[in-house]
T-cell receptor, first 112, second 117 residues
Framework: NAGVTQTPKFQVLKTGQSMTLQCAQD?????MSWYRQDPGMGLRLIHY???????DQGEVPNGYNVSRSTTEDFPLRLLSAAPSQTSVYFC???????????FGPGTRLTVL | AQKVTQAQTEISVVEKEDVTLDCVYE???????LFWYKQPPSGELVFLIR??????QNEISGRYSWNFQKSTSSFNFTITASQVVDSAVYFC??????????????FGAGTQVVVTP
């Protein structure tokens, strides 16, 4: 099993550009989530999904969109990148809401 | 409001010393889950433990041990006889069952542990 994969690993964007961070898991997990990690702030939840077709907002959803058309994939879209979105983004999956989460390797995004 | 507080930003120890990381949480739920994750310098996040609110037994796994005390809303983590490989950022996290918080894992800010030889 590949576990949770994320692409790309690094990305540089200009302010106003849009892009999609990809996340996929091969463990048939129902629960998937996106976090951003900023220095001194831990991980903050952006969006999450409890199953295909179901998504909800986390703590810091503004500026991001998600969809979940399949169990395996949970892409995160930045609509119009801003410097405040410079961060490391982690995708995670889990068998259920209260179970151990398996994290992807992260995507380091810089917005100039 | 911050629901998980890790007051220690950084702890530096010399190898073989014990180190205790504090985690204080806030919830009104009677059913909740607490987690610890490790983030080594390579950046990945590694699951260490999950504890539900009904199980207050302390747990030991090798050099790691956890002390869960509902009376003080704390879930502290101790590394015994620390090693250089223990150098990492450690995160405590909370998952609640309330309607507003259901589905949301809430992390503390993390504690950086630096173990020097």
């Amino acid at each position: 099993n590949a576990g949770v994969t994320q692409t790309p690993k690094f990305q540089v964007l200009k302010t106003g550009q849009s892009m999609t961070l990809q996340c996929a898991q091969d463990m048939n997990h129902e629960y998937m989530s996106w976090y951003r990690q900023d220095p001194g702030m831990g991980l903050r939840l952006i969006h999450y999904s409890v199953g295909a077709g179901i998504t909800d907002q986390g703590e810091v959803p503004n500026g991001y969109n998600v969809s979940r058309s399949t169990t395996e994939d949970f892409p995160l879209r930045l609509l119009s990148a801003a410097p405040s979105q410079t961060s490391v983004y982690f995708c995670a999956s889990s068998p259920g809401v209260n179970n151990e989460q398996f994290f992807g390797p992260g995507t380091r995004l810089t917005v100039l | 409001a911050q629901k998980v507080t890790q007051a220690q930003t950084e702890i530096s120890v010399v190898e073989k010393e014990d180190v205790t990381l504090d985690c204080v949480y806030e919830t009104r739920d009677t059913t909740y889950y607490l987690f610890w994750y490790k983030q080594p310098p390579s950046g990945e996040l590694v699951f260490l433990i999950r504890r539900n609110s009904f199980d207050e037994q302390n747990e030991i796994s090798g050099r790691y041990s956890w002390n869960f005390q509902k009376s003080t809303s704390s879930f502290n983590f101790t590394i015994t006889a620390s090693q250089v490989v223990d150098s990492a950022v450690y995160f405590c996290a909370l998952s609640e069952r309330t309607t507003d918080s259901w589905g949301k894992l809430q992390f503390g800010a993390g504690t950086q542990v630096v173990v020097t030889p």
